[in-house]
């Protein structure tokens, strides 16, 4: 059996204990989504700035 085949056949046991871990503490997924949801990216600068590059 190769890795792929230990890992598709891993996945279920990983799926379910997530889900048990989720549903043990929802509270705690609470806070996560929210943090989640919170942390969106902040918006692009109105427009782009050029430094300037003295050589001498």
Known sequence: MN?????IEQAPATISAS?????RNPER???WQRRV?????????PRPVQL?????
């Open 3 to 7: 890795h792929a085949e230990q890992i």
């Open 19 to 23: 889900r048990a871990a989720r549903e």
């Open 29 to 31: 997924w609470a806070m």
């Open 37 to 45: 949801e919170e942390s969106q990216p902040l918006p692009p600068l």
């Open 52 to 56: 300037l590059l003295a050589l001498r």
